[in-house]
């Protein structure tokens, strides 16, 4: 996930293992102290994470008012003088100022160790995003944008003329051509949404939900997971809803009662106060459309999107239930008969029925039983450094990178590391990115990728470097316990830091196209196509070995988990369709019953009622974070990034590195600066097809020759 709410919109501790061969060494890579390297860090990094919240308050006022002179510049222009420079560069010049400095303002609401800290940085965006609405508002800039379309674009180059064509685009979408009255109200209700917006997310950030086992209710999970769990003075183990918790006990628990009790919390986290600001939000989003002429907040969303309206994302999604529901029908049979010989063969009584707490435990024991994974054994297999030693090495060679860790870097928590990321071949430093990796309170409960600073051209010509950090909730190490990843984690971990390498490979000339900044139902893209790795056996390797003695992947153990790809993928894959359709369907409406809707659609699409008394969609913080009336760009991206990865790295070598340097000049360094389709094409050589996507599910026998012409 790519964090968009702080950028105008999708969480790594030190872990030091007792064996020796878990010592990190990148291959080609380094450790530099930030002294050797400050005089860089000094010219491109300016970012700081010791803020006070005084100092955060005021810094957010001198920004504002920085950037507002820039504005009224431009608002005060001469008609009959405008010109490229007096305009559209000083407003280029204004957005990368901006972006550059509001993140030391509002990225630290997500990860600082101080709850003061986080409430000033949540106070400051909701103040910058006030700002953002008034800079969006201004008729007079909008004016002077408009002439020099007129007088000038054909002239323009044309990275600059799609930065003025947006900027007066977007005008319109905010209605600077409307009457005075209906942009005061737009105004007003896109405040409201920043709002509203914002403390959906901080209820998600500061929710610290527990609850008490005794041993017994947790038979089944792995040492691994019960040696990590803190424990009460009355002996009963403390387990929290973050992800290292949550999803590891509903696969592996083998009482009911434990994983029903989880369910009903996880999906009933802030369900009073967010089930209220979402059904508030989605009025405000459907009365912001019609104000701006759409007919659904969801058609307004998707203009700006490959999909482009509404009732082609509903095209998509019902060929693809279709397609699936065959597969999910008989994915549910088996779900049910593995329940009924469970409950057999534990004494228990058999209703008949799958519960929500029942899915992930029994789709794990589809892996188990029809695959033979073992996931005990499997997971001493992936401890963090070694994956992180690995993914790292991967994507260095692949890309044509090195990445160098800064010793002693500034950074907001002592767990927390920095790289600086140089091209090989050059030696030009590129980027730099953060790691932090483990679950604190207060921070954020997901894994995403936040753009802190963009890459983009200097006022002076010069490039400013990109900045990106990745935050994510693995589980911690403990003084007797290393950390272990889950494969599915190492897989988030390839996935998310896809979006890094969006972020920092890319070259545009203006801050608005800088990394991830293109289309919604396109940026899942790189990303996507990156987690194919984990799912290839000579990537597997280079990440993973044993926590004990250093030892491979058995070869059998690989092979099943490769094998196991496709196991339920008809269910996953439909609850996909369950969230993309749920939030269509909020999002083509005037106001709605979330809680009813999500459950209409598990039952009918998925088959699985919800639990009564919860609502998922109170912690679907997509709603809140800038995939509204787009959460199926999921699954609309991953039948390009499967494109992407069957005709050209499976094809040509997926370690290849002239494939992968094609595909970072093509894909990643383009930034938002063309369209998506035009880099699909480009790098294919060809049109996209869907055959790849529906053979990595398993519902193809072979891909469909394609024509390379």
Sequence with gaps: ????????????????????????????????????????????????????????????????????????????VDIGKVCFENTLQVIADAKADYAASRHMLDFPQYVSPCKEVRLASTEAEKRLSDFDVEMSMRADVFQRLIVLQEKQSSGLMPESERFLGRLIKLGKRNGLHLSKDIQEEIKSISKKISELSIDFNQNLNEENTVLLFSQEELVGLAESYVNGLEKTEDGRYIVTLAYPHYFPLMKRCHVSETRRKMEMAFHSRCKDVNTAILEQLIELRARLAKLLGYSSHANYMLEMTMAKNSENVARFLDELYTRLRPVGEQERHDLLS????????????????????????????VERVKFAVDKDKLIEYFPLEVVTEGLLNIYQDLLGLEFQQVENAHVWHDSVKLYSVLDSVTGDEIGQFYLDLHPREGKYGHAACFGLQPGCLRPDGNRRIPVAAMVSNFTKPTRNWPSLLQHHEVETFFHEFGHVMHELCSRTRYAEFSGTQVETDFVEVPSQMLENWVWEKEPLRRMSRHYKDGSPIPDGLLDKLIASRVANTGLMNLRQIVLSKADQTLHTKDRADTAAE????????????ATPGTNMTASFSHLAGGYDGQYYSYLWSEVYSMDIFFTRFKKEGILNPKVGREYRRVVLETGGSVDGMDMLKAFLGREPCQDAFFQCKGLAQTITEQNSH
């Design 338 to 365: 593995l329940k009924h010989a469970d409950c057999e063969r534990r004494g228990l009584a058999f209703d008949e029925q799958l519960h929500a707490w029942d899915m992930p435990y029994y789709m794990n024991q």
């Design 598 to 609: 999500f459950a209409k659609h598990s039952k009918d699409i998925l088959g699985i009622p």
């Design 1 to 76: 996930m790519f964090i968009f709410g702080i950028s105008v919109a999708r969480a790594v501790r030190r872990v030091i293992i007792s064996s020796s061969k878990l010592k990190m060494t990148l291959q080609n890579g380094s450790i530099i102290s930030s002294h050797s390297c400050s005089s860089t860090v000094d010219k491109n990094h300016s970012l700081r994470w010791d803020l006070s919240p005084e100092e955060i308050r005021h810094r957010t006022q001198k920004l504002i008012q920085r950037i507002q002179q820039a504005f009224d510049s431009v608002g005060s």
